[in-house]
């Protein structure tokens, strides 16, 4: 899939918002990401992983687990998951890091790849890889549905991704004129009361 395409399955379900939003971080910026639109249609779900399963495969060859970030990660990870052939384990927090819980287990010689639905500034992929690091298996690589920081983002190990959108971000205290107009929103799960 090219990016466009990649963007218009988003625009199509909704998911690629425009107007002035105010980021988990604190930055503002004038589009938002809300993949949980895609992921409510299997159909599309099923289209975009598929794409990226592709990709992973010509970059990294056989995968025997995909290992992604609760709660995000969770359906994108299974899905590719499934289109590989691999496994599907993910990492939820205990004590404000993640965790391997369940009786989720990696092997000796199984190869790992980290799943995320969006990358922007890596976080939460470096965490999920940092949580691994007590397993026997070899982590290869991760991925990822779009990459919001036009690839310039390094979660320490090689990193593929289904689309690149570079979006800008700004300092509360430095928005462009066309984005002061706007009165800010704030979407996502992080300011969901109850989640």
């Known amino acids: 899939m090219t990016r466009d395409e990649v963007l218009d399955v988003f625009r199509q379900a909704g ?53 992604s970030p609760a709660i995000g990660g969770i359906v994108p990870g299974y899905e590719i998951a499934r289109a590989l052939g ?3 384990l993910f990492v939820e927090r205990e004590d404000g890091e993640f965790h391997l819980r369940r009786g989720f287990e990696i092997h000796k010689g199984e190869k790992v790849l980290v799943i995320e639905d969006i990358i922007t500034t890596g976080l939460s992929a470096r965490e999920c890889i940092n949580s691994l690091a007590d397993q026997p298996g070899e982590i290869v690589g991760a991925a990822c549905l779009i990459d919001r920081s036009g690839g310039k983002v390094n979660i320490g190990v090689p990193l593929v991704a289904l689309c690149e959108f570079a979006v800008p971000d700004y300092d509360p205290s430095e928005l462009p004129p066309e984005l002061a107009k706007l009165p800010p929103v704030k979407p996502g799960s992080r300011g969901i009361q109850g989640a």
């Open 15 to 67: 998911g690629l918002l425009e107007g002035h939003f105010i980021l988990s971080s604190g930055r503002r910026s004038g589009f938002f990401i809300q993949k949980m639109r895609v992921f409510e249609s299997p159909a599309l779900t099923e289209k975009l992983c598929r794409a990226l399963g592709e990709k992973i495969v010509a970059r990294y060859g056989k995968i025997d687990v995909v290992v």
């Open 86 to 88: 691999a496994r599907a």
